[in-house]
Each structure stands twice: as structure tokens, then as C-alpha cells.
């Protein structure tokens, strides 16, 4: 799956993924900009799947993975301290961001509103940190991290694969940003703000798959977590700006991982 082949799996998988889930957000997406009839929400949650499904055809048709690998795919020996940190990770992270948000503002947030939804406002705390992990953390991350990522790796360093990853996965993001709320409400400098964490965010989720053994689980848990504690009524402006930071800050310090860890790999090469 060197050269031409990589690339041309690669240019396939990202055409798969956006035809899926943009032609599901099409409705949506000309509804909220007035042009069409009220659809469901739930149509955001599908089409979130478009990278999941473009991944899972791809690795199917090209065959060569044994069952043992499929398992691998979920889960490795060496998983289980990384899931607890992309676990414990994201609520540290959210803790501290309300926290400062708290003292700067001398305001205490509802926390009773943590788990919940301003776009899926009937949906329990269980059922929201399902739909996250279903449709935000596997359906982005099957595709994202287990299927394109490891394509990018037989060409690029993990540092590198991390930034190629980043400008790709914000265009799919582009239907969203035209007609959701939370998108729209960031303006042109939150937009760019956006893409940094973007930036940052594949930094970490190359970190926590390396590390964990390639563990689409893994990955998948940290992406729904820091969604679950940064997008919610109870974080206000400031409190996301904190934890943007932080978040920030943690992708700059996997970088250097990264960095080295490619280096590591040259030098034995």
C-alpha cells in the first residue's frame, strides 16, 4: 500500500466519507438555512458515520485482515492504561475549564445540566454519552484513525500524519459549520480557534492511538469525552477558551511525542 496505491486508497476513502455524510446532511444543512422542510437532528448523529462506513467498505474489499486482527482493531493488551487516560484526560480538562470559568466569572454553573444537549435537548445523560461514543467517537474515528491514519503512516512520520490529517478532516466538517449552532456562534476568530484545536486534537488522537496499541477504542473514547465536556449549556465562552487551551497545551506536549517517536523510527530504520 505504498505510492500511488496509498494515495488513491486514500483520495477513495475521503470521497466514500464525504458523499456519505454530506448527502445525509444535505436536508438538515437546507433546512437550518431556511431553503427546505424540518428534518430531525438525529440526521447530524447519521451522517457523523460517513468516515465509520468509507473505512469499514474499504478494509472489507481489500481483505488480508485475519480475525485476530479485527479484534486489534478494538482493543490491544496494552489498551487499558490509555483508555483510563482518555478517560480521565477530558474530565480533568473539563474540570479545570469550569473551575476558571467559576472564579473569573464568580458564577457557579448548573452542573445538573452537564450531560445534556441544546441539540438533543430530550436525551438522557446515558443516551447522550452513547450517542457521542456511537456516532461522534467510532463514527469519526473507525475512519479517521483506524482506517486513514495508519495509510498516512506508511508515508509520513506520526507527526506529519497528524498535521496531512488535520485539513481534510475540517473540510468535512464544512456542512456543519455552515448551518450549526455551536459553529456559527464561533465567529471568524473562534473558526480559526476551532481549527487549532482541530490541529491539536489530531495530534492527541495520534498519541493516544500509538500508544494504546492502535485501539480504535481508545481513540474513539478520548474523541466523544472531550466533545461530552466541552459542548454543553453549562460551559460559557470563557470556560471553553480555558479549556481550548489546555487542550492546546496537551497537543503540543503529544507533538513532541510524536516528533521524537518519528525520529526514533528513522534512526532504526
Not at 133 to 145: A, D, T
Amino acid at each position: 500500500m505504498h505510492g500511488p496505491g496509498s494515495f488513491r486508497k486514500t483520495i477513495l476513502f475521503y470521497s466514500i466519507a464525504l458523499l456519505i455524510s454530506w448527502s445525509i446532511w444535505a436536508p438538515l444543512v437546507a433546512f437550518r438555512l431556511g431553503y427546505g422542510p424540518e428534518v430531525a437532528s438525529e440526521l447530524h448523529l447519521i451522517g457523523s458515520l460517513g468516515p465509520a462506513i468509507a473505512g469499514l467498505i474499504l478494509l472489507v474489499f481489500q481483505g488480508g485482515m485475519t480475525r485476530a486482527d479485527w479484534v486489534r482493531f478494538i482493543w490491544s493488551p496494552a489498551s487499558l492504561p490509555w483508555l483510563i487516560l482518555a478517560i480521565l484526560l477530558p474530565v480533568a480538562i473539563g474540570a479545570a475549564g469550569l473551575l476558571g470559568q467559576t472564579l473569573m466569572t464568580g458564577t457557579t454553573p448548573d452542573l445538573g445540566r452537564f450531560l445534556t444537549s441544546k441539540e438533543f435537548p430530550t436525551y438522557s445523560a446515558v443516551a447522550l454519552i452513547a450517542v457521542e461514543l456511537v456516532f461522534y467517537g467510532f463514527g469519526e474515528e473507525i475512519g479517521w484513525r483506524g482506517f486513514l491514519l495508519p495509510l498516512l503512516l506508511r508515508r509520513f512520520t506520526p507527526l506529519s500524519a497528524s498535521l496531512v490529517i488535520t485539513l481534510p478532516w475540517a473540510i468535512w466538517h464544512l456542512p456543519l459549520i455552515l448551518s450549526n449552532e455551536t459553529y456559527q456562534s464561533l465567529g471568524v476568530a473562534g473558526l480559526f480557534g476551532w481549527l487549532i484545536s482541530l490541529l491539536t486534537g489530531s495530534l492527541l488522537l495520534t498519541w493516544f492511538y500509538l500508544k494504546s496499541g492502535r485501539a480504535v477504542l481508545v481513540v474513539a473514547v478520548f474523541h466523544a469525552a472531550i466533545d461530552v465536556v466541552m459542548v454543553n449549556p453549562v460551559v460559557d465562552t470563557l470556560g471553553i477558551n480555558i479549556m481550548g487551551a489546555l487542550v492546546t497545551i496537551a497537543g503540543f506536549a503529544a507533538g513532541i511525542s510524536l516528533y521524537r517517536l518519528g525520529k526514533r523510527k528513522q534512526s532504526a530504520a
